[in-house]
Nanobody, 121 residues
Framework: VQLQACGGGLVQAGGSLRLSCAAS????????MGWFRQAPGKEREFVGY????????RYSDSVKGRFTISRNNAKNTVSLQMHSLQPEDTAVYYC???????????????WGQGTQVTVSS
């Protein structure tokens, strides 16, 4: 499965961005889809995931209440809606696919190329 993330950019603190992730194959519904982020000099960090049908989501404490993950299996896309962005949200954001409900990056089998999100203060 090839994943392509897009939608990153520069936004002021308090602003919003929506990231999208498109899959190359019509098998996205077979995977739990996760979002991770990695800031310079830091390890890759779990942001959240959404289950196969979309009925279950989980978020890290740092983004809970501000970020929302959704998916459209018919269109093979997953989205990450981000609100109330803060400078500490600045990172490269990655979408990834896993077989189960996992928060560890090692459990994800397929990764998108990443998209940069920069939040200015």
């Amino acid at each position: 499965v090839q994943l392509q993330a897009c939608g990153g950019g520069l936004v002021q603190a308090g602003g919003s961005l929506r990231l999208s992730c498109a899959a190359s194959e019509r098998t996205l519904s077979s995977y739990v889809m996760g979002w991770f982020r990695q800031a310079p000099g830091k390890e890759r960090e779990f942001v959240g995931y959404i289950s196969w049908s979309g009925d279950t989501t989980r978020y890290s404490d740092s983004v809970k209440g501000r970020f929302t993950i959704s998916r459209n299996n018919a269109k093979n896309t997953v989205s990450l809606q981000m609100h109330s962005l803060q400078p500490e949200d600045t990172a490269v954001y990655y979408c990834a696919a896993a077989r189960g409900l996992r928060i560890g990056s090692r459990d994800y089998d397929y990764w998108g190329q990443g998209t940069q999100v920069t939040v200015s203060s």
